[in-house]
């Protein structure tokens, strides 16, 4: 089932779109692993940055 349309004698292809594409689900991957890197930059940046002493610790 492509997506053909019938005009007149001729045939026009019309592009299918969205999630459909083949090797689309890479291109959204992509996104959302930089989404996900952004975000846990930012929270790390803002939330995690000054929590240590400065010597690493085991936890005596």
Do not use: C, H
Not at 21 to 47: E, P, S, T
């Amino acid at each position: 089932m492509d997506n053909t349309q019938e005009n007149g004698n001729e045939t026009v292809k019309q592009p299918s779109g969205g999630y459909g594409q083949k090797g689309g689900w890479k291109k959204w991957l992509l996104i959302y692993v930089v989404v996900a890197v952004v975000v846990y930059g930012v929270i790390y940046y803002f939330f995690m940055r000054d929590t240590g002493t400065g010597t690493p610790t085991i936890g005596y």
